[in-house]
């Protein structure tokens, strides 16, 4: 049964703490996206990678931080240097061939207490 | 590629049609795509059309391009109750970064009974 799997479903973050949100695909999936929704702001790009080893910024990374160490996971890491967290995240994969586009995870809602 | 344009909300009475807008601002776009994100969940893909098309349909739903007028539009027939939901679209230029979307703010549909 393949897929996107994220966890956990919600998550609650200290001040001053930083949280880490799983993401795992058994897809084969080349390149692997982190983003933010909030509200009426539609999806932020926050990292992707597109090969195991590396990953580039994408438009709102300031404050994240993600590895790729295995093809199957991209883990995202909100530190506390990211002042607004409280969003809902969602990762996604891809195999970038032809028309094939993006397939998502359920998400994680991150909330601050 | 980063301005892609939706309306925010739009209601309809349950049996009527569904249109929901788009517009983007690349016109060397390869291919463009609806999503649908119900409450707390992922994004999940509704259909998607290649730039050299004019419409593509898919049972209830039919997808229809200006690219005149960079327009894209999500017709979903009979809709639903169940078709309520948020629609994202999003557009993917030739070239870009492995399989990378962009996306509008999407459009909140509300289904009446």
């Known amino acids: 049964d393949g897929g996107i799997t994220q966890s956990p479903k919600y998550l609650f973050r200290k001040e001053g703490q930083n949280v880490t949100l799983s993401c795992e695909q058994n897809?084969?999936?080349?390149?692997m996206y982190w983003y933010r929704q909030d509200p009426g702001q539609g999806l932020r790009l926050i990292y992707y990678?597109?090969?195991?080893?590396?990953?580039q910024k994408g438009d709102i990374a300031e404050g994240y931080s993600v590895s790729r160490e295995k093809k199957e996971s991209f883990p995202l890491t909100v530190t506390s240097a990211q002042k607004n967290p409280t969003a809902f995240y969602l990762c996604?994969?891809?195999?970038?061939?032809?028309?094939?586009?993006?397939?998502f995870g359920p998400g994680t809602r991150l909330l601050v207490l | 590629g980063e301005d892609v344009e939706q309306s925010l909300f739009l209601s309809v009475r349950e049996g009527d049609s569904s249109v929901i807008n788009c517009t983007y601002t690349?016109?060397?776009?390869?291919?463009l795509y609806w999503y649908k994100q119900e409450p707390g969940a992922g994004l999940q893909l509704l259909t998607y059309?290649?730039?050299?098309?004019d419409m593509k349909q898919d049972q209830r739903l039919t997808v229809l391009l200006n690219k005149k007028d960079k327009h894209l539009s999500l017709r979903i027939a009979d809709t639903q109750t169940g078709d309520s939901a948020i629609y994202f679209c999003?557009?993917?230029?030739?070239?870009?970064?492995?399989?990378?979307?962009?996306f509008g703010r999407g459009t909140q549909l509300t289904v009446w009974p």
């Open positions: 996604a994969s891809t195999p970038g061939q032809g028309w094939e586009t993006q397939y």
């Open positions: 897809l084969n999936h080349d390149a």
């Open positions: 990678s597109q090969i195991v080893n590396d990953f």
């Open positions: 690349d016109s060397s776009s390869t291919y």
């Open positions: 059309i290649f730039s050299n098309m």
């Open positions: 999003a557009e993917r230029l030739p070239g870009s970064t492995l399989g990378r979307l962009y």
